[in-house]
């Protein structure tokens, strides 16, 4: 092991044990209910469907269903529904899973032609015995429930993927390359739910299914506790069970920030070069108290309350100078 890495390990775990001391006494972000938070700056319109919904006390669960099939529809939300990018092979493969406040859940993963793969995951939750639908599965299992088959490439997605066939360039998922859509919402009955939804990484290898359709790696709801969602690689979420490791350390007495950090600094520990990766949490308690973390800038998320509407840059492990 380097003495940078045994530093950073020792570091991490100070700061883990202050945050959990603190995390008693400060409420960052303290809202109440009802809150939707979601990431990203596409959350901002997501945001406000989901709001129309908790703003007439309405579900959590119905909330982040109607939230995130705004970006799923939007063609200029290249990173998530209708207008993604594709994969390597020009196909535009789809994710989601959806998770209510009793431990019910749904997910689809490598699902194509379907505009809305949320809507897709929540019936597989309610329509099904079953958690996850795959591939060509899922596909008749949505068209079985009256979902359509469209072509979800766009021209100007198809464009650019001709173009990285020539360059083969592959761009970090940051600012400048957006993925997943994650959101979690308290409602007025004070129950949780949450949503991701994505394409995936741009130009992935056929088949790769990330952590955004996976329960407790892209998306954990505990009802008692809190919810998490997650952004960046999802082969990193997938390693870590990352966002039931937030909500699990809320559960010890971590803020929502606390929570996101921790598990953040978690991964870089053990990645070493954590410097050529992102990872970023975004986290909701039973409080209403909303927080998240990052290893590299950029990574920004949209909140929606009674006081209006906000778009937070995360704080991140890799702070750029000022």
């Given at each position: 092991m380097s003495t940078n890495r045994r530093d950073f390990l020792k570091l991490s775990a100070i700061a883990g044990a202050l945050g959990l001391v603190s995390a008693?006494?400060?409420?960052?972000?303290?809202?109440?209910?009802?809150?939707?938070?979601?990431?990203?700056?596409?959350?901002?319109?997501?945001?406000?469907?989901?709001?129309?919904i908790l703003s007439q006390n309405g579900r959590a669960l119905d909330a982040v269903e109607a939230g995130v099939r705004v970006p799923e529809a939007d063609p200029e939300v290249r990173t998530v529904g209708y207008g993604g990018y594709p994969d390597a092979k020009g196909i535009v493969t789809l994710d989601a899973c959806i998770m209510d406040d009793n431990m019910n859940c749904g997910s689809v993963a490598f699902l194509q032609n379907i505009k809305h793969p949320i809507s897709v995951?929540?019936?597989?939750?309610?329509?099904?015995?079953?958690?996850?639908?795959?591939?060509?599965?899922?596909?008749?299992?949505?068209?079985?429930?009256?979902?359509?088959?469209?072509?979800?490439?766009?021209p100007e997605s198809?464009?650019?993927?001709?173009?990285?066939?020539?360059?083969?360039?592959?761009?970090?998922?940051?600012?400048?390359?957006?993925?997943?859509?994650?959101?979690?919402?308290?409602?007025?009955a004070g129950n949780l739910s949450g949503a991701c939804t994505t394409s995936g990484a741009a130009y992935k290898m056929h088949g790769r299914v990330g952590d955004s359709p996976l329960i407790g790696a892209g998306l954990y709801v505990d009802n008692e506790i809190g919810a998490a969602t997650a952004t960046g690689m999802g082969e990193l979420m997938i390693k870590t069970v990352g966002c039931h490791l937030v909500v699990e350390l809320m559960r010890q007495g971590a803020s929502p920030?606390?929570?996101?950090?921790?598990?953040?600094?978690?991964?870089?520990?053990?990645?070493?070069?954590?410097?050529?990766?992102?990872?970023?949490?975004?986290a909701l308690n039973k409080q209403g108290e909303y927080g998240a973390y990052c290893i590299q800038s950029g990574f920004n998320y949209a909140v929606r309350n009674q006081q209006g509407a906000k778009l937070i840059d995360a704080d991140s492990l890799l702070q750029v100078p000022a």
């Open positions: 008693k006494t400060v409420a960052k972000n303290k809202v109440g209910k009802p809150v939707v938070v979601s990431t990203w700056e596409h959350g901002t319109p997501a945001n406000e469907a989901a709001w129309k995951a929540r019936k597989v939750m309610e329509n099904t015995p079953h958690v996850m639908l795959v591939g060509q599965g899922a596909l008749d299992f949505a068209k079985t429930q009256g979902f359509v088959e469209e072509d979800l490439l766009t198809k464009a650019d993927w001709q173009r990285w066939l020539k360059e083969r360039e592959v761009k970090m998922i940051n600012i400048e390359n957006h993925d997943t859509i994650g959101m979690l919402a308290l409602d007025s920030e606390q929570a996101c950090k921790q598990a953040v600094e978690r991964i870089a520990a053990k990645l070493g070069d954590y410097k050529a990766f992102q990872v970023g949490f975004l």
